[in-house]
């Protein structure tokens, strides 16, 4: 979701490009409630305070009857996904996520390699197909390592500017 031009949410561009875009789109929500359930019980348990904000967001964002009619097909709290095929990444942070957000990355697929690395932790963890990790992505600078095979990875985020739009950057930021 980003916000309009009037201070109004609209789905992102990817999600309404054609009719047929949107089909998929929503049949892949469809198969991932499940993932989306397992992704919002880790941040109700790891973070027990986020999770109650995300729930907040999530009720706010509701009234807008896009949102309410995507909520029937997942119920992801977090107001970001994407899917991305065969991608490494170079060490970053995630700098339009709220200071104190976690970020939820999931890796699917036959391959091998891929490390989650996060080296101001001194941390590189094997990221392997069905595994969850979860990172403070705007604090932490992390990569996935080189691989080889098919990978998916599914980051799960939100962005400061949907926390902005409800008044509410302040609170996921302390």
């Known amino acids: 979701m980003v916000q309009g ?88 942070v995630d700098q339009n996520d709220p200071q104190y957000g976690w970020a939820v990355l999931v890796a699917l697929g ?7 690395m996060a080296s101001q932790l001194g941390i590189k963890a094997r ?4 595994d969850m990790i979860l990172v403070r992505g705007r604090v932490v600078k992390h990569k996935i390592g080189p691989f080889m095979g098919q990978r998916i990875s599914l980051p799960h985020f939100t962005h400061s500017n949907i926390w902005k739009a409800f008044d509410m950057l302040d609170l996921v930021s302390i």
């Open 110 to 116: 036959e391959f091998e390699g891929g490390d989650f």
């Open 5 to 92: 031009t009037e201070g109004n949410l609209i789905p992102c561009e990817d999600l309404l490009r054609t009719c047929q875009q949107f089909k998929q789109s929503c049949e892949a929500m469809k198969g991932l409630k499940y993932l989306s359930h397992q992704v919002n019980e880790a941040l109700r348990c790891l973070d027990p305070h986020f999770y109650n904000l995300l729930s907040q967001l999530k009720h706010k964002i509701s009234k807008f009857g896009f949102s309410e009619a995507l909520a029937a097909i997942d119920y992801l709290l977090l107001n970001g996904r994407e899917i991305l095929f065969n991608k490494e990444s170079e060490e970053h």
């Open 127 to 130: 990221f392997l197909p069905g």
